[in-house]
T-cell receptor
Framework: RKEVEQDPGPFNVPEGATVAFNCTYSNSASQSFFWYRQDCRKEPKLLMSVYSSGNEDGRFTAQLNRASQYISLLIRDSKLSDSATYLCVVNMASNYQLIWGAGTKLIIKP | DAGITQSPRHKVTETGTPVTLRCHQTENHRYMYWYRQDPGHGLRLIHYSYGVKDTDKGEVSDGYSVSRSKTEDFLLTLESATSSQTSVYFC???????????FGDGTRLSIL
């Protein structure tokens, strides 16, 4: 079992729709969590950190469920510019490393 | 702008030649990382550094070495490049172990 698992997609979603991704992790000692987006042939860019109480940034909402060991990302009112690959990241502070999911590809269609 | 620059941005070289990629950061980040990204594999950690002269191996370190002689520079060396090392290489850095990473623009390396 991979340490961090994501549905690779692609998710094909009409513009204006709401879409949600989940990401599961296997190590219960994981300490912090992030979502990144990556555009084709570009570097990953931080989208948002994920806090235990859940957090929102504009159209984006992130949730953490430690009991079930998953994090989620919700995108409301999706835009064409949201088309990208979304990477889930789990932080293992004890060994300085981050564990990356392989990403979920999102395609927003007009 | 996270102040992380990678050089070169693109390189084509031949099998068996040595290659050095440079990552330079201006934010005084303590932790620096080298990843490679290939289709179907996502980001894979090659080596990382937790301070000047302090480095450790990641999951795909065979065939690679690193050096960090000062805070701002982290070098990745392929001692004798092979075609399997054709990839996109990303450097990342962060201030503390609870912080997210920030990335450079990447280096596209082709080994012929």
């Amino acid at each position: 079992r991979k340490e961090v698992e994501q549905d690779p997609g692609p998710f094909n979603v009409p513009e204006g729709a709401t879409v949600a991704f989940n990401c599961t992790y296997s190590n219960s000692a994981s300490q912090s969590f992030f979502w990144y987006r990556q555009d084709c042939r570009k570097e990953p860019k931080l989208l948002m950190s994920v806090y235990s109480s859940g957090n929102e940034d504009g159209r984006f909402t992130a949730q953490l469920n430690r009991a079930s060991q998953y994090i989620s990302l919700l995108i409301r009112d999706s835009k064409l510019s949201d088309s990208a690959t979304y990477l889930c990241v789990v932080n293992m502070a004890s060994n300085y490393q981050l564990i990356w999911g392989a990403g979920t590809k999102l395609i927003i269609k007009p | 702008d996270a102040g992380i620059t990678q050089s070169p941005r693109h390189k084509v070289t031949e099998t068996g030649t040595p290659v050095t990629l440079r990552c330079h950061q201006t934010e005084n980040h303590r932790y620096m990382y080298w990843y490679r990204q290939d289709p179907g594999h996502g980001l894979r950690l090659i080596h990382y550094s937790y301070g000047v002269k302090d480095t450790d191996k990641g999951e795909v370190s065979d065939g690679y070495s690193v050096s960090r002689s000062k805070t701002e520079d982290f070098l990745l060396t392929l001692e004798s490049a092979t075609s399997s090392q054709t990839s996109v290489y990303f450097c990342a850095a962060r201030q503390g172990v609870e912080q997210p990473q920030h990335f450079g623009d990447g280096t596209r390396l082709s080994i012929l």
